[in-house]
């Protein structure tokens, strides 16, 4: 069982706005900043969002993050085909000394 | 941006160990801590530890304390993971990746290694 909690699925069609949970404790997203990667199969995490909100460059803008006390959320718009991948949230947590990961939710573009 | 090359697939019994490497190339590797995670298939994302650019300093998940060795040789730009007392359970991918870059927010990753432990 993960640290963070993540919904398993979610799901959209081309051009809606989809918005993934992940929710944490006090020694974890209350405390750091929460990171956001998108994984397609076959292949190495992406790096999405970093420090809640910021986006490295050539993350497309549809991608956002944020973060409310113990919560955080990653929103994309516009949602296209090429959206359909595995995200994961993931923060420092002071308890354990280490990074913990979301268990991960699988999107899917209907 | 530092690329990451990791080494190839490994088959191990039960009980030994294996030693991943994760080469460097371009330039600042030595400005970042490396970070390991694996992933069983279909599983999610596991942090195992992270080095920094010294060797000077390592940090382990509690789950794998007293298995698992990190270390970097920065002559050759190379990160080790070495994880001991091998059993099933410990077969995934297995990745290295760099601290995200307080500047630009990049980090990189490796292209994983496949450890599988069979007897």
């Known amino acids: 069982q993960s640290v963070l909690t993540q919904p398993p699925s979610a799901s959209g069609t081309p051009g809606q706005r989809v918005t993934i949970s992940c929710s944490g404790s006090?020694?974890?997203?209350?405390?750091?900043?929460v990171y956001w990667y998108q994984q397609l199969p076959g292949t190495a995490p992406k790096l999405l969002i970093y420090?809640?909100?910021e986006r490295p460059s050539g993350v497309p803008d549809r991608f956002s993050g944020s973060k409310s006390g113990t919560s955080a959320s990653l929103a994309i718009s516009g949602l296209r085909s090429e959206d359909e991948a595995d995200y994961y949230c993931?923060?420092?947590?002071?308890?354990?000394?280490?990074?913990?990961f979301g268990g991960g939710t699988k999107l899917t573009v209907l | 941006q530092v690329q990451l090359v990791q080494s190839g697939a490994e088959v191990k019994k039960p009980g030994a160990s294996v030693k991943v490497s994760c080469k460097a190339s371009?330039?600042?590797?030595?400005?970042?801590?490396i970070n390991w995670v694996r992933q069983a298939t279909g599983q999610g994302l596991e942090w195992m530890g992270w080095?920094?650019?010294?060797?000077?300093?390592?940090g382990y998940a509690q789950k794998f304390q007293g298995r698992v060795t990190m270390t970097r040789d920065t002559s050759v730009n190379t990160a080790y993971m070495e994880l001991s007392s091998l059993r099933s359970e410990d077969t995934a991918v297995y990745y290295c990746?760099?601290?995200?870059?307080?500047?630009?927010?990049?980090?990189?990753w490796g292209q994983g290694t496949l450890v599988t432990v069979s007897s």
């Open positions: 990746a760099t601290s995200v870059d307080v500047l630009t927010g990049h980090d990189s």
């Open positions: 371009g330039s600042s590797f030595n400005n970042y801590d």
């Open positions: 080095v920094s650019p010294n060797s000077d300093h390592t």
């Open positions: 006090s020694s974890n997203i209350g405390s750091n900043n």
């Open positions: 420090r809640n909100d």
């Open positions: 993931a923060a420092w947590d002071d308890s354990l000394s280490g990074r913990v």
